[in-house]
Structures are given as structure tokens and as C-alpha cells.
């Protein structure tokens, strides 16, 4: 394990009776990067979270988490974790600082640190307001606020989140990955999932996962750049046929995806020409966009990001 490694994961696989739900999966993770594992239902990116958090034991491979051991040294680890779970953990019939003072003691934090540490917390998180108030009475937005206080109040080295922007608007979502950065750069390492495409775009280093497999990894901008050009989607009534018509014309990939003809290609806008001039009663409709993860996802995977199985 590299010293500068939070995470280490080696051929890990995991299984739900005869169903792979993560398949030999390695990589490794950096100390105080932000992390996303991205992918739709169904993936394996919340049992591999579950693993992590050491809620479910690892079946297979071999996992290190700042240095432990995750099969012999889960207490350790766990008390240098700070989880946040995509399901509420907050009790809405007591306060914000009755929740926080709660965590503290499972801590077993002072008084004291409680006192000092939910103070600090709820000004980060702008909830210095709040602290009396019942959790019941919060947004959907500060409650989520709430639980990264909890999460982060026995100040740990490694915070992990599952589906941390469920139920949050907009403004709530940016303001959560505001403080994110803000933890990041007190040294803190964040790995977290994600089914949002536009919220990975945010990490430093994404890792695409597709039926329980790692489909890419890299930094965002390494991932779209990787598809090779602009992406260019046609519809038509026979796209297997118009696949092939165009490798045979034009020599260059043409897949079908979901049912529409895609392919990747510098200048994208001079080839809708081409295309529409060669197969004018074929094309229905082209359109022409720049790589995005969905593109990455589709390029690796060959699937449609929406329509991955469950």
C-alpha cells in the first residue's frame, strides 16, 4: 500500500446468492482527494460503499483503509470513518444539537469537544441558527447538512457518503459541495456515489462502475477527452444496417447503442454533412453534442446510462 493511499482496493468481489454484485474490482485511492464512484442502479457502488464502511464483511479480495487491514482492524478503522448514508439517520423528534450530542457520546467525545465541535460544525455548515430547533422542522436541504455535522464531528481521516444530494435542491446540492472542498482541503479524504452524472463531474477522480465492474477511471476531464471527439447520435429505422453502411463508406466506429447510431469524431459539426449527404432516406434526425460522461459511460460499457440493467 502506497503511503499516500487512503484506500486500497484488490480484486474485491462480492455476491448476493448466485448474483455478482462487484466483480474483481481494484484501484486504489488517494490521501485528501475527492473520490465518486458513478453509476446507475444496480452497479455495485453501494455494496462496495457498504464494504467500506465495513457494514457487510468482505467476502473476497483484499481491502486496506488508512493502513488497515479492513478484515482484522474494523475498529480501527471506524474510528477514523465518518459515514453518511443515503437513508435519514437523524432522530426528528430530537434537536439538532441532541442529534449531535447523541453522536458525540458514541464517540466518546467530552462534553466538552461536543460542545466546542457542534459549534464549529454548524457555523462550516451554516446552521448556527438551528441548533435548537427540532430536526422534524428543517428543510430537506439543512437536514442533509445536518447528517455531514454528524458525520464529521469526531473530526475523521476519511468521510464516506452514499448518495449524499438525495432529496436536496440545487442551491442545497452546491452548498454541500462548497463545504466538501472546504473539508478536502483540511486534509480530509471523500469518497462517495453517485447515479448524477453532473455531480461526479465535481471530483477530482471518478471511477465508472457498470454491472459490478470498473468500466473507466480517471480525472473528469481525462475521462471525456478519452472518447476521441465529438459525439454524434442518429436515429434511424435500421440502425444495425446504417452502422455498417457508414464503416463501409467512411472507414472509421460506428456502434449501435439503445437503438441509435453513434460515433465519436473530431470536427463533428463537418461530418453531419457527410452523413445526412450519403444516407439522406436513412437519417431520421443527427445530433451533435461534446463528450460528457454519459459518452465515457457509452464508449466503455456500451450501454445507454438510463437503461443499464438493476
Excluded at 288 to 300: M, N, Q, S, Y
Aim: one cysteine or more; hydrophobic letters at 40%; a negative charge.
Amino acid at each position: 500500500m502506497s503511503a499516500d493511499s487512503a484506500i486500497v482496493v484488490s480484486e474485491v468481489t462480492h455476491h448476493y446468492g448466485e448474483r455478482v454484485a462487484v466483480d474483481e474490482l481494484s484501484l486504489s485511492i488517494d490521501e485528501g482527494e475527492i473520490f465518486v464512484f458513478l453509476g446507475p442502479n444496480g452497479s455495485g457502488k453501494t455494496t462496495l460503499f457498504r464494504v467500506l464502511s465495513t457494514l457487510i464483511p468482505l467476502q473476497a479480495g483484499d481491502v486496506k483503509v488508512l493502513g488497515h487491514d479492513l478484515r482484522g482492524a474494523v475498529n480501527s478503522i471506524r474510528s477514523q470513518l465518518g459515514v453518511v448514508f443515503q437513508a435519514p439517520s437523524l432522530d426528528k423528534k430530537l434537536t439538532v444539537a441532541e442529534n449531535l450530542t447523541h453522536q458525540g457520546r458514541l464517540y466518546g467525545l467530552s462534553s466538552g469537544e461536543i460542545k466546542n465541535r457542534s459549534q464549529a460544525m454548524l457555523s462550516a455548515l451554516g446552521l448556527s441558527d438551528r441548533n435548537s430547533d427540532l430536526t422534524e422542522s428543517l428543510s430537506g436541504g439543512m437536514r442533509r447538512r445536518v447528517e455531514l455535522a454528524k458525520g464529521m464531528l469526531h473530526q475523521p481521516r476519511l468521510l464516506l457518503l452514499d448518495e449524499p444530494s438525495t432529496g436536496l435542491d440545487p442551491g442545497a446540492r452546491a452548498d454541500m459541495w462548497k463545504y466538501l472542498h472546504q473539508v478536502r482541503e483540511e486534509g480530509v479524504t471523500i469518497v462517495l456515489t453517485t447515479h448524477l452524472l453532473e455531480e461526479a463531474e465535481r471530483a477530482d477522480r471518478i471511477a465508472i462502475m457498470h454491472q459490478g465492474k470498473l468500466a473507466a477511471l480517471d480525472t473528469p476531464a481525462a475521462l471525456q477527452a478519452s472518447v476521441g471527439g465529438d459525439s454524434i447520435t442518429i436515429r434511424t429505422d435500421c440502425p444495425d444496417q446504417l452502422a455498417s453502411n457508414i464503416r463501409d463508406q467512411f472507414a472509421c466506429e460506428a456502434n449501435v447503442v439503445d437503438g441509435t447510431v453513434r460515433l465519436e469524431q473530431p470536427d463533428g459539426h463537418q461530418w453531419i454533412s457527410r452523413l445526412v449527404e450519403a444516407f439522406p432516406v436513412e437519417i431520421q434526425t443527427v445530433t451533435l453534442g461534446k463528450p460528457t460522461l454519459e459518452d465515457v459511460f457509452i464508449a466503455r460499457t456500451g450501454h445507454q446510462y438510463l437503461s443499464s440493467e438493476e
